[in-house]
């Protein structure tokens, strides 16, 4: 069997008091669209921190193409592309010096940061400032930048959060694009439709628990309910949380 | 290692992109001290005291027989204006228009002048008498027993643009230095761009090179106009032998004060509480320090505090190197001075330092 992308276990995190991640363990295959669900709080962004190499697991391994991603590894960091929750851009750059200064950083020519820029459909936006973007261009614009060095595994929390539901339909199309370019993609969201039209599998997570892993339709057919929300909401409870 | 220096390149062109097109920061570090020197330079420039003016009532044979060389150098004291009568010249010296009157009545020479002002009624009563007594003795035929021969020397006291381009120069810098690295801290921690760059093959220390490389290129790019603008004529800065010695000062002084930033955008969480901490804190040190005035005109307590302070010391050593011809043997302890207090507050700061802003 192939290595998997991603191969994580028993990751615990804790801040303080609370216990953010309580033993995850999970693995994704190459070329697997991999989604981590969950309420607000419920783990998914530090999962994500510690598989990427943000943090340091207090325990368990996280390992991308059996490589540990802490401590950094500069090799790593070249075959991975993140876009964070938060858009991080550079201060007073047009979209493309942005993009370029990616691609310098990665040290890939600046026509391959070009070609990224068109494929996002930033084009006509590429000397516009950052701050004059919309919400769903400077989303593209972050994944544009997570993919200029053409990453064999790419991570992308919350994409779409924010976004208008034509732009978000827009985003549906491009991530699709990136998986079926041969990309093993990693994405949190809370929305379940999205999850259930892109993802190949996906985990619900609550509490800094994995609860459950499949296929969307497995679970909809193992819960016998209806949608991915529905098996959402009966894993993790209806009650309002803050 | 790589084309992009472990992206040491690209990130530094990216800051100093992103410094060029803050029209704000660029006024304030560059703009905004140089209006200050050009303002106070010509403002301060001439201290001397100007021409006593007199009126003169009619002939005075006394003046109008003066040889031209005398004339000039009496006109470099005063200047003689005629007034049309003698109740018109009385009136003028009564009003203050003029420092006195003179007018000829057969072989006395009259004068009035008022005594409201000690300095010039003293000009003018000089002045009229050696005049008078230069005439009479000329009238004897004689040769003068006694001559005068008159020069000037450099004095030891210090002209405006002597301590204004260094202190100005010392607050930009200082501006510079504290408000770049603040800013930059507390910028990238809301942006979580430092995160971003985390997981970019791209080495910490050229984050950090970047920006300390950036900033220590803006203090030899104020240091340039500064000085530049000062040694025109006009300002009049002698430069001395060893005024390079003021771009290692400037440097070691910058280094200070992006320590002082440092400690102020750890604490900070956001950018306008930063801008304010630095406000309060560099303007003050900037008073203190002797910038916009001479330090030794402030009570003595005062100057006890300022003595902790880094742009007192990068003040008084800028001025020493530029014009008073001083060299290693003042600067290298002020380096030294500025190098542990960089290391000091820097050494604070990563203890205060926190990833998260929440």
Redesign the interface.
Same mark, same amino acid.
């Given at each position: 069997m192939d290595q998997p992308a991603i191969s994580v276990s028993g990751l615990r995190k804790t801040y303080g008091d609370v216990q953010a991640v309580d033993g995850v363990t999970f693995e994704v295959a190459p070329g697997e669209f991999y989604g981590i669900l969950g309420p607000n709080g419920a783990g998914k962004t530090t999962t994500l921190e510690i598989v990427e190499g943000l943090r340091r697991p207090d325990e368990g391994t996280a390992e991308l193409f059996g490589i540990p991603s802490w401590p950094r590894n500069y090799e790593l960091l070249r075959r991975i592309g993140v876009q964070l929750q938060a858009t991080a851009f550079f201060e007073k750059l047009t979209a493309r010096e942005q993009i370029h200064t990616f691609a310098d950083l990665y040290e890939v020519p600046r026509e391959r940061a070009d070609a990224m820029l068109e494929s996002v459909g930033l084009t006509e936006k590429a000397d516009v400032s950052d701050t004059e973007l919309s919400g769903g261009q400077a989303q593209r614009l972050s994944i544009a930048c997570a993919l200029v060095h053409d990453p064999e595994l790419v991570f992308l929390d919350e994409p779409t959060t924010g976004l208008d539901p034509q732009a978000r339909r827009n985003m549906w199309d491009l991530l699709r694009e990136i998986n079926a370019a041969g990309r093993t993609v990693v994405l949190t969201t809370h929305y379940l439709d999205e999850a259930e039209v892109l993802c190949d599998r996906v985990s619900i997570m609550d509490a800094g628990r994995i609860l459950r892993t499949g296929p969307p339709a497995e679970l909809i057919s193992e819960l016998g309910v209806k949608t991915l929300e529905d098996v959402f909401l009966q894993l993790t409870g209806r009650e309002f949380r803050q | 290692m790589?084309?992009?220096l472990g992206?040491l390149?690209?990130?530094s *062109?990216?800051m100093v992109?992103?410094l060029v097109?803050?029209r704000t920061a660029v006024f304030f570090m560059l703009i905004f001290p140089l209006m200050f020197l050009v303002l106070f330079g010509a403002l301060f420039q001439d201290t001397s005291v100007s021409r006593s003016p007199i009126a003169q009532v009619g002939d005075v044979e006394l003046l109008e027989e003066l040889p031209a060389d005398y004339r000039a150098d009496l006109d470099k004291v005063v200047e003689l204006r005629r007034a049309a009568d003698l109740d018109e010249a009385l009136k003028q010296v009564r009003d203050g228009d003029v420092a006195g009157a003179i007018w000829q009545d057969g072989t006395t020479i009259e004068v009035r002048y008022s005594e409201a002002d000690g300095v010039r009624a003293g000009t003018v009563r000089s002045v009229v008498q050696t005049l008078v007594e230069s005439a009479n003795l000329a009238a004897t035929g004689q040769p003068p027993t006694y001559t005068i021969a008159m020069d000037t020397v450099e004095d030891d006291s210090v002209k405006p643009i002597q301590f204004l381009a260094p202190g100005l120069l010392g607050w930009a810098v200082a501006m510079g230095g504290a408000f770049l690295s603040a800013l930059t801290l507390v910028?990238m921690r809301k942006? *979580?761009?430092l *995160? *971003?760059?985390?997981?970019?093959?791209?080495r910490p220390w050229a984050v950090v090179a970047g920006r300390v490389g950036v900033t220590l290129g803006l203090a030899v790019v104020q240091t340039a106009v500064f000085l530049g603008v000062a040694v025109i004529p006009f300002y009049g800065l002698q430069l001395s032998g060893a005024w390079w010695l003021s771009i290692p000062l400037v440097l070691c002084g910058s280094l200070a004060f992006m320590s002082i930033g440092l400690i102020i955008g750890a604490v900070a969480k956001t950018e306008e509480a930063a801008n304010g901490i630095l406000q309060v804190t560099i303007m003050p040190m900037a008073f203190l320090s002797g910038s916009f005035f001479p330090a030794d005109v402030m009570p003595s307590w005062l100057s006890t505090i300022a003595q902790v302070m880094p742009l007192k010391h990068l003040n008084e050593a800028l001025m020493a190197v530029l014009s008073r011809d001083d060299s290693w043997g003042t600067a290298l302890p002020v380096m030294g001075g500025l190098l542990l207090f960089t290391a000091v507050c820097t050494a604070i700061a990563a203890k205060l330092f926190r990833w998260d802003s929440a």
């Open positions: - | 790589s084309r992009s992206g390149v690209p990130l *062109r990216t992109l992103g097109r803050d910028s942006t *979580r761009l *995160r *971003r760059l985390w997981l970019a093959p791209v």
